[in-house]
């Protein structure tokens, strides 16, 4: 059964590359404005392949869910970059 999960988890693969020139031209500077406002503990529900990671403030605890294993493996390699 092909399921969404299965899907994302191939997709993680090249989903960054895949969104870089959205990424490149506005997400980033969405992701840097609104999480400059996150504090204490923060559940990010979907957290995909991690790009706001890098966006949270010092001393902010990032808990993320996602339902494919395979973006959640990217999020985790971006974290331990950090």
């Known amino acids: ?6 899907k994302y988890d191939r997709f993680s693969k090249i989903y ?3 969104e870089s020139p959205m990424e490149m031209r506005a997400f980033s500077k969405y992701r ?17 392949t991690g790009k706001n990671l ?3 403030p010092e001393g902010v605890e990032v808990i993320g869910i996602d339902f ?6 990217k999020a985790e390699k971006r974290k331990n970059l950090d």
């Open 54 to 56: 890098p966006y949270y």
């Open 68 to 73: 494919s294993r395979g973006m959640l493996e």
């Open 16 to 18: 960054d590359l895949f």
């Open 32 to 48: 840097k404005k609104a999480l400059s406002l996150a504090k204490g503990k923060v559940l990010e529900s979907g957290i995909g």
């Open 1 to 6: 059964m092909n399921t969404p999960a299965k």
